[in-house]
């Protein structure tokens, strides 16, 4: 048996379980300013608060929704160990994503994971499917909401 069947087989036994949470991540307006600065996406509802604050329902600047996404990769390392003799995990893309809920400057979110399904390709890769969901502290819902898909390709 390789190391891909054991692996697979590890994978099948949790289909439908939690993977797990991330730890929290502060989203402060440092954070914004920064994302924006490197996408270039210098809309004001990210960076000028007192605007925001007046002309929004959301009482200040928010997180730009590809920010929030951009720190799934971030809560996957808190959550996701390597398999043994797992070569590298290869961000795959998404058959879903959806933006739920706004995330405000100076709140905390989180990722959490539930393991949707697994399928061989080929002799040393493994497809994961992974449901996730970005939690906003103290909010009722999620921030982002995906269906986000990793190959895991072992040695």
Known sequence: ???????????????????????????????????????????????????AAKETPYGGTIAHGFLTLSLCSRFARDVIAPMDGEAMAINYGFNKLRFLSPVPSGSRIRGRFHLQNVT????TSILRTMDLSVEIEGGDTPALVAEWLGMIVFE
């Open 120 to 123: 061989r390709k080929g002799d």
């Open 1 to 51: 048996m390789t190391r891909t069947d054991e692996a697979l087989e590890q994978l099948e036994r949790t289909i439908g379980q939690e993977i797990g949470t991330s730890d929290w991540i502060e989203i402060t307006q440092e954070v914004i300013d920064s994302f924006a600065d490197v996408t270039h996406d210098h809309q004001w509802i990210h960076l000028d608060p007192e605007k």
